[in-house]
């Protein structure tokens, strides 16, 4: 198993009352999928998810501090507020065939294939820490609080050694996104 630290630029846009539809319409417009909630979808070079009615975390390639916001804000007023999260939230992407027995260990979620299919999505707490969770076609995206993401990322480390545990490189939201996410 490989945990890897995947760097991303990530806003989060809530519909503001009874503006979905206007939201998703400038979503469309600028080729950004919205998926429904508990599901993630990618598009060029970008990552959607759902984990609540109305709200998506949007993740992007690294810019310049502020240039995600910028590029959403304006075209967002009266329709969505806009809200940087980069500072805030710690993402990794985790690979390996024992990655779902190493989160079920401290996840409340039924983990299993047929149940947290490719393309779900979901917020949760593992080991104590609060955790947005997303399966990929080719591993899983893990997003957790930046002030909690040391100690999760050392009761990680701890759990998965048994099977194997490493450090990953080279892992961006743009390959990620490539994979086609449903």
Avoid: N, Y
């Avoid at 198993?1 to 990530?10: H, K, R, S, V, W």
Wanted: with cysteine; hydrophobic share 55%.
């Amino acid at each position: 198993m490989a945990c890897a630290a995947l760097p991303a630029d990530i806003i989060e846009l809530v519909a503001l009352r009874e503006r979905m539809q206007v939201l998703k319409a400038l979503a469309a417009r600028r080729g950004l999928p919205v998926p429904a909630t508990g599901w993630i979808a990618s598009g060029r070079e970008t990552l959607v998810l759902c984990v609540r009615p109305e709200r998506w975390l949007v993740l992007t390639v690294p810019a310049a501090p502020g240039s995600a916001l910028a590029a959403w804000q304006p075209a967002c007023a009266g329709c969505a507020a806009t809200i940087e999260l980069s500072a805030g939230l710690a993402a990794l992407c985790l690979t390996g065939p024992a990655v779902r027995e190493v989160l079920a260990r401290g996840c409340r979620l039924d983990l299993h294939p047929e149940v947290f299919v490719p393309g779900s999505a979901a917020a949760t707490s593992i080991a104590q820490v609060p955790v947005i969770l997303a399966a990929l076609p080719g591993g899983w995206l893990l997003l957790t609080p930046a002030t909690t993401a040391e100690h999760f990322r050392d009761w990680l480390a701890a759990t998965a050694r048994p099977f194997g545990f490493a450090t990953g490189a080279g892992v961006t939201v743009a390959s990620l996104a490539g994979e086609r996410a449903p």
